[in-house]
């Protein structure tokens, strides 16, 4: 069984230019997660997909970070303007269900903003 | 609120026996889980315990107890590899939770 794509595995930019993340997660998943995990710390939820509707985006910065997963399978991720506080590794995650069942996490992708 | 904490570093001998402790607080409690998370690496499923007590699987068990707000991870007959993160996470929300994690808990095995 393929697990969670992620691309790319890094990215350097410089502040308030704009990133963008890709995400395919498991095949037949159909919870969606993006999490950031700045260094030294656990991840921290951002957004969560239940197949192509937002269901917890509370602690997404809206002003500058969007989410989208349009046909319900893959998402995107995307930084506009990115800020020097935004380097982190931003990591997918997919889940059969929501809540009570492990999530499958992709490999990430390591942000650096300079 | 949520709040989960656990040690920040522990150092361990190869062959011993280590436990990484987790405290939490949450409004409703829906199991707690235990990852695995290797440098530059995605974290990785261990546990998932929503009943009190002791799961054993191979090496590593888990344990809960709801009352006290209390976790812990025990890593047997440590190994090298065994030199990770270790996240406490809860999930939050009712039934359809989202994880919360804890900082992680950077363990080093050492010959």
């Known amino acids: 069984e393929a697990g969670v794509a992620q691309s790319p595995r890094y990215k350097i930019i410089e502040k308030r230019q704009s990133v963008a993340f890709w995400c395919n997660p498991i095949?037949?998943?159909?919870?969606l997660y993006w999490y950031q995990q700045i260094l030294g710390q656990g991840p921290k939820l951002l957004i969560q997909f239940q197949n192509n509707g937002v269901v917890d985006d509370s602690q997404l910065p809206k002003d500058r970070f969007s989410a989208e997963r349009l046909k319900g399978v893959d998402s995107t991720l995307k930084i506009q303007p990115a800020k020097l506080e935004d380097s982190a590794v931003y990591l997918c995650?997919?889940?059969?269900?929501?809540?009570?069942?492990?999530?499958?996490f992709g490999q990430g992708t390591r942000l650096t903003v300079v | 609120g949520q709040n989960i904490d656990q040690p920040t570093e522990m150092t361990a001998t190869e062959g011993a026996i280590v436990q990484i402790n987790c405290t939490y607080q949450t409004s409703g409690f829906n199991g707690l889980f235990w990852y695995q998370q290797h440098a530059g690496e995605a974290p990785t499923f261990l546990s998932y315990n929503v009943l009190d007590g002791l799961e054993e699987k191979g090496r590593f068990s888990s344990f809960l107890s709801r009352s006290k707000g209390y976790s812990y991870l025990l890593l047997k007959e440590l190994q090298m590899k065994d030199s990770a993160s270790y996240l406490c996470a809860v999930p939050y929300g009712g039934s359809q939770g989202n994880l919360i994690f804890g900082k992680g808990t950077k363990l080093s095995v050492k010959p």
């Open positions: 995650a997919s889940s059969p269900t929501r809540g009570g069942t492990e999530a499958f």
């Open positions: 095949s037949g998943h159909a919870t």
